[in-house]
């Protein structure tokens, strides 16, 4: 309508344009008036996103969840692109959130590389494409694991794990908008103004769930600091004339590495620094057939091509997590390479650990210093994941140095006490807190105690309060929990194996912030539950 601007367009023109522009503005202040403000928008709908609205929706308060993409469906979500190992503490909250059940069992696979060869143990995991095998792993190192435990590792289809949340999320009540990119936002000191388009949001908090190139963590002007990287990956379905010519699983060559899960199904990584991931170029036939051979050292033929994605070891991380009312999680804080499957259990542990705390803010009951404790904890845990993952790039490199390594860690890998830390690791069972305290259990996961009648501690935590759990029946500390109000709930009863514990706090996310082997110190326990919960 710029015409209309003219010192011809005429007088009648000119009036035309003010009425328009006039009644234009009086509509969009009364839709501002009208914009509802969410306690929480959410931007990203993957499961990270769909993980944190279902926590905060747990604690009755309303969620927006804002996704650019309008279809959430995509073969790279599905097998076996979409493939994703679940280590232990992901299953854990899984669990204790009822959602564990709901994953379709075909597709919660327990082996996540299972060729079983004759004679030999089966393979468990990797470093590096080094592999360690479930024979040679002593879980009695693990004392506080019980028989009841959940499983240690298991696969699940990300399409999947994301139709279960989201149909969690919107039973709760969260409100999920497809098609709608987050393209700004401003905030004060009491609520959070968002842009999609021409259209307005507003919510009291803003979580960014937006993946590696996170608008909201651009926008929000975080620091994201790390290396660059060594490598691009190729994640590819192709058809192959000559299939015989590659040998399966997972190779490392003089040139790189080539995966081949399933027949026509290749991860291929070429150490080029990155730079064809970088250049923004399609994956053509020919370029993937040129790598291919160049990693292989074969002739193999490539007849087809279906599928082709890159992506990079490039690993950075957000320096804070937090700025005023924005926070950061999943890919949105910290990217690596997906070596190991550890990103998707990261951000799940960043949701879990983040939903409970800014639920609180929200009703009031948090703590000073609770939202804090959300980069306190989570990002030293991201700085491990990144380093592990740098770790396993450093070994896999085409040069002398690295296959050195290669053969040194392959040799600690075939060892008992060797295989156990790696899976240890890999599994996330070394994941751990530092919250202080004496005790040696502060800090990690709750044991999935087992009552003489069979009700589980991680069965009882779907309703997301904190547990004051009291083997003892200590009349007083059932006091004490009930001065919480709902924030504590008390729990006693005898179970089947203790393990000499005589009392513990546990957070909503299932982390255990105060235990005593003996009689509970009642001044201790206060101290400790005032620390996390809001006196009634």
Known sequence: MSHLYKPDAGIFQNFVFQSFYMKTTIERKKTTRNISVYDVI???????????????????CSVLILEKVEDPHSPLKQLPFGMRGLSAPTIEALYRRGLLKELEVPKRIKDPHSIAVKGSHRQAGHFAGIPFHDGNIDTTQWKYRLPSSTDTHLLSEMEELEAVLTRRAEALGVVIKRGFAITDFHQTMDEVSIRSGDQSFKSKWLVGCDGSRSIVRKTGSFEFAGTEPEFTGYSTQVDIADP???RPGRNITPTGMYLQSQPGYLMIQEFDGGAYHNSGKAVTLEHLQKVLRRISNTDVT????????????????????????????????????????????????????????????????????LLDSYYTERHPIGVQVLDWSRAQVSIMKPDLQARAMQAIIRDLMNTRDGATYFAGRVWGIF????????????????????FEDGTKIGGLMQDGQGILLDFDNNASLKTLATEYGDRIKYISGSVKNRLAISVALIRPDGIIAWASDNTADYDELQKAASRWFVYH
Not at 431 to 441: A, I
């Open 431 to 450: 994941t751990q807190y530092n919250l202080g305290g004496n005790h040696p259990l502060v800090g990690q996961s709750v044991p999935n105690f087992e």
């Open 244 to 246: 015989e010519k590659l």
């Open 42 to 60: 959410i931007a990203g709908a993957g499961p990270v996103g769909l993980f944190l609205a279902c926590e905060l929706a747990l604690a009755k």
């Open 302 to 369: 490539i007849s087809a091509l279906h599928i082709a994605t890159t992506w990079t070891d490039r690993a950075r991380q957000a320096t804070t997590y937090r700025n005023g009312r924005v926070f950061l999680a999943g890919d949105a804080a910290h990217i690596h390479a997906p070596l190991g499957g550890q990103g998707l259990n990261l951000g799940l542990g960043d949701a879990m650990n983040l939903g409970w705390k800014l639920a609180a803010a929200i009703k009031n009951k948090a703590p000073e210093g």
